[in-house]
């Protein structure tokens, strides 16, 4: 049972460009969060995905925008990179209304020059 | 101001020691408080959840406990081992929505 899968695992962009992220949430979960985790910080909301809709969201730009598909995978797209925005991008999934634990994936590692 | 205060920021010890980290949350109204594990490199993992009528939960060596009138948490570890270097995370979630609320962590560094 293949848990939460992202990819890909590194990237490195440039100021101004726009990036795709990419998660498959675990079996038999239909909600995906994203996070965003700075260096020695704890991971940040970005927003979350159910029945391929923007749920909830938390304090960032417009230039992240996501998507939800069908099959329940999800997308997260950063317009415009910043200095800022390199990180570690988490997807976390989970069954709506459920009270388990999300389950996290390993990340992807985005670096900004 | 975070609503979710962990502390030590950082913290190092011999194996086989125990120690005891700390969460204090603002969140409310209150639903339930998680404690994760993060090795470097690797998502957080899930090693307790604590609703409010719990005040004390384990999983082997870690023991989390639960004071919901002072808004507090402790995750004790006990014997520790040179695997429970990592960040531990304590993530606070509040009653009606999907919010939730993660500390900053605690920075663990088990030593041989």
């Known amino acids: 049972d293949a848990g939460v899968t992202q990819s890909p695992t590194h990237l490195i962009k440039t100021r101004g460009q726009q990036v795709t992220l990419r998660c498959s949430p675990k079996s038999g979960h239909d909600t995906v969060s994203w996070y965003q985790q700075a260096l020695g910080q704890g991971p940040q909301f970005i927003f979350q995905?159910?029945?391929?809709?923007?749920?909830q969201r938390g304090n960032f730009p417009d230039r992240f925008s996501g998507h939800q598909f069908p099959n329940y995978s999800s997308e997260l797209n950063v317009n415009a990179l910043l200095l800022g925005d390199s990180a570690l991008y988490l997807c976390?999934?989970?069954?709506?209304?459920?009270?388990?634990?999300?389950?996290f994936g390993d990340g992807t590692r985005l670096s900004i020059l | 101001k975070n609503q979710v205060e962990q502390s030590p920021q950082s913290l190092i010890i011999l194996e086989g020691k125990n120690c005891t980290l700390q969460c204090n949350y603002t969140v409310s109204p209150f639903s339930n408080l998680r404690w994760y594990k993060q090795d470097t490199g690797r998502g957080p993992v899930s090693l307790t959840i604590?609703?409010?009528?719990?005040n004390t939960k384990s999983n082997g060596r870690y023991t989390a406990t639960l004071d919901a009138d002072t808004k507090q948490s402790s995750l004790h570890i006990t014997a520790s081992q040179l695997s429970d270097s990592a960040s531990y995370i304590c993530?606070?979630?509040?009653?009606?929505?999907?919010?939730?609320?993660f500390g900053a962590g605690t920075r663990l560094t088990v030593k041989p």
């Open positions: 976390a999934s989970a069954v709506w209304g459920g009270n388990q634990p999300q389950h």
């Open positions: 993530v606070v979630s509040a009653r009606g929505n999907n919010d939730m609320r």
């Open positions: 995905y159910y029945e391929e809709e923007e749920r």
């Open positions: 604590m609703t409010f009528s719990e």
